[in-house]
């Protein structure tokens, strides 16, 4: 299976602050890579995918980029509303999909 | 918009079985790829199964041979009948669609959840 790992695994950040996360992959998964926020008690949402792909409707301060078999998520100004958990998804191997344990973006 | 309504978890003993069902409004099931998703307390999301627009399983190798996903075209629902249940399978399971048009894939639209809990 490919393994992949988030990091940190928390964060704590204030409303403004520009917001990095790392996903790695355990070997290649060219760029089948997704992102998705999930706050408690809520479907989890996509924001990111293809690596570096806005899905439709999700604000612009989201963006994806890679380098190997690192990804990064980065939220430009951090928003009220974007105080979540942030998972990756890799989808190289499909159908046998794996996600990271996530990043959980906290109130500093 | 599409909307995806799971239901039929809750509390079942050990080696009990449960039927999720997952019902969809605003695209046609049988035309998409389909996946049960599941997240347990304090651990990240896992994919558990998928059922593809012809009708190809999937399913991760901890549920082979207990869970078995299918679809209902008429009501535009998709089902995971569980069996055999054990603790580890304790989750919210959520059902999403799989755009999966060659390249990479992703879940796009997601349904709030259903709990299931395997205790005595």
């Known amino acids: 299976d490919i393994q992949m790992t988030q990091s940190p695994s928390s964060l704590s950040a204030s409303v403004g602050d520009r917001v990095t996360m790392t996903c790695r992959a355990s070997?290649?998964?060219?760029?089948?890579l997704n992102w998705y926020q999930k706050k408690p008690g809520k479907a989890p949402r996509l924001l990111i995918y293809?690596?570096?792909s806005l899905q439709s409707g999700v604000p612009s301060r989201f963006s994806g980029s890679a380098s190997g078999t690192d990804f990064t998520l980065t939220i430009t100004s951090l928003q009220p509303e974007d105080f979540a958990t942030y998972y990756c998804?890799?989808?190289?191997?499909?159908?046998?999909?794996?996600f990271g344990g996530g990043t959980k973006v906290e109130i500093k | 918009e599409a909307q995806l309504v799971e239901s039929g978890g809750g509390l079942v003993q050990p080696g009990g079985s449960l039927r999720l069902s997952c019902s969809v409004s605003?695209?046609?099931?049988?035309?998409?790829?389909m996946s049960w998703v599941r997240q347990a307390p304090g651990k990240g999301p896992e994919w558990v199964s998928s059922?593809?627009?012809?009708?190809?399983?999937f399913y991760t190798d901890s549920v082979k041979g207990r869970f078995t996903i299918s679809r209902d075209n008429s009501k535009n629902t998709l089902y995971l009948q569980m069996n055999s249940l054990r603790t580890e399978d304790t989750a919210v399971y959520y059902c999403?669609?799989?755009?999966?048009?060659?390249?990479?894939?992703?879940?796009?639209?997601w349904g709030q959840g259903t709990l299931v809990t395997v205790s005595s």
């Open positions: 293809a690596a570096s």
């Open positions: 605003g695209f046609t099931v049988s035309s998409n790829y």
């Open positions: 998804q890799q989808s190289f191997s499909t159908p046998a999909l794996t």
């Open positions: 070997q290649f998964i060219s760029n089948y």
């Open positions: 999403a669609r799989d755009v999966n048009w060659g390249g990479p894939s992703y879940f796009d639209y």
């Open positions: 059922l593809y627009s012809g009708y190809s399983t």
